[in-house]
Nanobody
């Protein structure tokens, strides 16, 4: 079992910024890709960004140029820096890892962007 712990959600005005953090208390964290997902009410969970063990990144088209995913392997933590936030970014954000063949999710952190 992996218990991912997320921090950093909250309420922000449109155009503002938030940084989400996700800690993964596992050995050899640096070897595992990590991802951020989000789910808004009535919508399916969607991928937002991911980062490989080598630091390569991918982003959903809707967040490209505004969000940045990064990782600190010394802290077993992955981050999502979110800038120029829009009301449509409002959702519960989850970090995720595939570890030993199983996908694990954090508990989610709410991000609300007011217009």
């Amino acid at each position: 079992q992996v218990q991912l712990v997320e921090f950093g959600g909250g309420l922000v005005q449109a155009g503002g910024s938030l940084r989400l953090s996700c800690a993964a208390p596992i050995s050899f964290f640096s070897l595992y890709p990590m991802g951020w997902y989000r789910q808004a009410p009535g919508n399916q969970r969607e991928a937002v960004a991911d980062i490989t063990k080598d630091g390569s990144t991918n982003y959903a088209d809707s967040v490209k140029g505004r969000f940045t995913i990064s990782r600190d392997n010394t802290k077993n933590t992955v981050y999502l820096q979110m800038n120029s936030l829009k009301p449509e970014d409002s959702a519960v954000y989850y970090c995720s890892i595939v570890w030993r063949g199983s996908r694990y999710w954090g508990q989610g952190t709410q991000v609300t962007v007011s217009s």
